[in-house]
Every structure is written in structure tokens, then in C-alpha cells.
């Protein structure tokens, strides 16, 4: 089947946890961590991500419990 869009270089299994994805996950960019793929200059790309708290978040939260949500989570 024929790609349309820009390329996926980070996809993401909504039904896996973040440590169980084929790329490893984190929250910022390092120098200690690897890159995971590279792209050219200029290139328009597309990288799924999962929310700040890898998920733990879900539909019935509102936008009060959000505004207090623990960022540690």
C-alpha cells in the first residue's frame, strides 16, 4: 500500500506501555540516549507520542483533575 503524508518515524502501539514500544520512550531530549531515527534537513516527518503520563491519563479525567495532575506520574 502506497505511503500518503509525511514518513512516520516514531510510531506508537496505543495498547502497548511505553517500555514496551519498538522505539524507547522518554520525556526530553539527551545526549546520553541514542537517537532512534534519523531524518534529512528539511524533511517533513510525522512522530506519534503518548501523553506526559504514559497513558496513565484516560477519557475520564477532567480538565480540574489534569490542572492538578502529579507531573511525577
Do not use: C
Amino acid at each position: 500500500m502506497a505511503q500518503y503524508g509525511p514518513r512516520l518515524v516514531v510510531p506508537i502501539d496505543l495498547k502497548k506501555k511505553p517500555w514496551e514500544q519498538k522505539h524507547p520512550l522518554h520525556n526530553r531530549w539527551h545526549p546520553a540516549i541514542p537517537a532512534v531515527e534519523e531524518v534529512r534537513g528539511g524533511e517533513v516527518f510525522r512522530v506519534e507520542m503518548v501523553d506526559f503520563s504514559g497513558g496513565g491519563i484516560t477519557k475520564n479525567y477532567s480538565a480540574e483533575d489534569i490542572k492538578y495532575a502529579d507531573p511525577s506520574i
